[in-house]
């Protein structure tokens, strides 16, 4: 991280991080992930690729709540 200019893991961020995609393709985290502003999934609408699996938690069980989560296809 001293290399980057970092002087702590607190400074870390999406765009500090790059990913290879492919032979000749390079993201950084920023690019490829979603991240949430804080306190994002207490307020509606909640962010899309968050919804579908907050639709089958369930505050009683970490097991899969059946009929809740499916794969379309």
């Not at 899309?48 to 089958?56: C, G, K, L, W």
């Amino acid at each position: 991280m001293g290399a980057m200019g970092i002087r702590s893991p607190e400074n870390l961020q999406p765009w500090h991080i790059m990913r290879r995609i492919s032979p000749t393709e390079v993201y950084h985290y920023g690019e490829i992930y979603d991240f949430l502003e804080d306190g994002e999934l207490l307020r509606e609408p909640l962010p899309p690729t968050y919804a579908r699996a907050m639709q089958a938690a369930s505050p009683d069980t970490f097991d899969h709540v059946p009929g809740e989560l499916t794969m379309a296809g």
